[in-house]
């Protein structure tokens, strides 16, 4: 895996197999979480404690789809980058298909693109991250939160994630292209990309995010309306016991409240579904 700490591409890979579609074949794959770093320039970090009291509330600048005032609220943190951050993206919108028109799930997307130290050859893991969230941004201030997540599905689509066989990613020629694709005007598109006009926008998001615990893509935090009994707790240890890593870590950190939990890495569908499943039991 890419790691802006190191530009290792392994060490923190979390051995956690899973199946995904890609190109229409079901590949076997390890659930990674791609780690990250505060930019150097940012403010700095508040003091952790327990991690909800750092979780930004939902506003009028998030972009959500679904129900904004669902019982249930998946707040992502990704980097249009990242390649299990593109696995888990279709997995969310299977997950919206099927959740989102009863009006019990909501999914807030957040822009949270990797930065780090540049590696021996000069490169950055993810060297047109910020750009291609910039981007997604340009499209939610000019089309509305519609053709924010238009963009957002298309990019996603279409981007040859980094790795080291694409390790320079999407060509950034496509943007513009995507831009047109969902129907808004290129120009304003090209001029609110070139001014940089979301640049902060997107440091103070890295900036939440690591104060809340947040050091990788995808990770997403689950809010409740309500907090859930302990015997939800246990259920919830026991669905991500096979997941833990090699040091017996979970890939799930609970609230003290119990109406938060921090979900790291592109868990199976089958997985998300049946911790969604849990919140509607109690």
Same mark, same amino acid.
């Given at each position: 895996?890419? =790691?802006?700490?190191?530009?290792? +591409?392994?060490?923190?890979?979390?051995?956690?197999?899973?199946?995904?579609?890609?190109?229409? !074949?079901?590949?076997?794959?390890?659930?990674? *979480?791609?780690?990250?770093?505060?930019?150097?320039?940012?403010?700095?970090?508040?003091?952790?404690?327990?991690?909800?009291?750092?979780?930004?509330?939902?506003?009028?600048?998030?972009?959500?789809?679904?129900?904004?005032?669902?019982?249930?609220? /998946?707040? +992502?943190? #990704?980097?249009? #980058?990242?390649?299990?951050?593109?696995?888990?993206?279709?997995?969310?919108? $299977?997950?919206?298909?099927?959740?989102?028109?009863?009006?019990?799930?909501? &999914?807030?997307?957040?822009?949270?693109?990797?930065?780090?130290?540049?590696?021996? %050859?000069?490169?950055?893991?993810?060297?047109?991250?910020? %750009?291609? =969230?910039? !981007?997604?941004?340009? !499209?939610?201030?000019?089309?509305?939160?519609?053709?924010? &997540?238009?963009?957002?599905?298309?990019?996603?689509?279409?981007?040859?994630?980094?790795?080291?066989?694409?390790?320079?990613?999407?060509?950034?020629?496509?943007?513009?292209?995507?831009?047109?694709?969902?129907?808004? %005007?290129?120009?304003?598109?090209?001029?609110?990309?070139?001014?940089?006009?979301?640049?902060?926008?997107?440091?103070?998001?890295?900036?939440?995010?690591?104060?809340? @615990?947040?050091?990788?893509?995808?990770? =997403?935090?689950?809010?409740?309306?309500?907090?859930?009994?302990?015997?939800?707790?246990?259920?919830?240890?026991?669905?991500?016991?096979?997941?833990? @890593?090699?040091? @017996? +870590?979970?890939?799930?950190?609970? #609230?003290?409240? =119990? $109406?938060?939990?921090?979900?790291?890495?592109?868990?199976?569908?089958?997985?998300? $579904?049946?911790? /969604?499943? /849990? *919140?509607?039991?109690?």
């Amino acid at each position: 895996m890419e =790691s802006t700490q190191d530009s290792k +591409e392994t060490n923190n890979i979390l051995n956690i197999p899973t199946a995904i579609v890609v190109a229409g !074949a079901i590949v076997a794959l390890a659930i990674i *979480f791609t780690r990250t770093q505060s930019p150097s320039d940012t403010k700095t970090l508040v003091k952790q404690t327990s991690f909800e009291v750092n979780v930004k509330s939902i506003s009028d600048s998030d972009h959500v789809i679904g129900n904004p005032n669902a019982k249930v609220k /998946l707040i +992502e943190y #990704s980097d249009p #980058s990242c390649p299990y951050c593109k696995v888990f993206h279709n997995t969310m919108r $299977k997950i919206m298909s099927d959740y989102g028109p009863s009006g019990n799930v909501a &999914w807030v997307y957040r822009s949270y693109p990797l930065l780090g130290k540049e590696n021996i %050859n000069g490169e950055i893991p993810h060297p047109n991250a910020i %750009n291609e =969230s910039s !981007a997604m941004e340009c !499209a939610g201030s000019l089309g509305g939160n519609e053709k924010f &997540w238009l963009y957002a599905n298309r990019l996603y689509e279409i981007t040859p994630s980094v790795t080291k066989s694409s390790p320079k990613g999407l060509d950034q020629k496509e943007l513009p292209k995507i831009a047109q694709f969902v129907g808004l %005007n290129v120009d304003d598109f090209n001029n609110c990309l070139s001014t940089g006009k979301f640049k902060d926008y997107i440091e103070k998001n890295i900036v939440e995010g690591l104060n809340v @615990g947040i050091d990788g893509t995808p990770s =997403s935090i689950i809010v409740l309306d309500t907090a859930f009994p302990a015997s939800v707790k246990e259920k919830l240890m026991n669905l991500y016991e096979p997941f833990k @890593g090699p040091t @017996g +870590e979970y890939p799930i950190r609970i #609230s003290a409240d =119990s $109406k938060m939990i921090i979900m790291m890495g592109a868990l199976p569908i089958e997985t998300i $579904k049946a911790t /969604l499943n /849990l *919140f509607f039991a109690y």
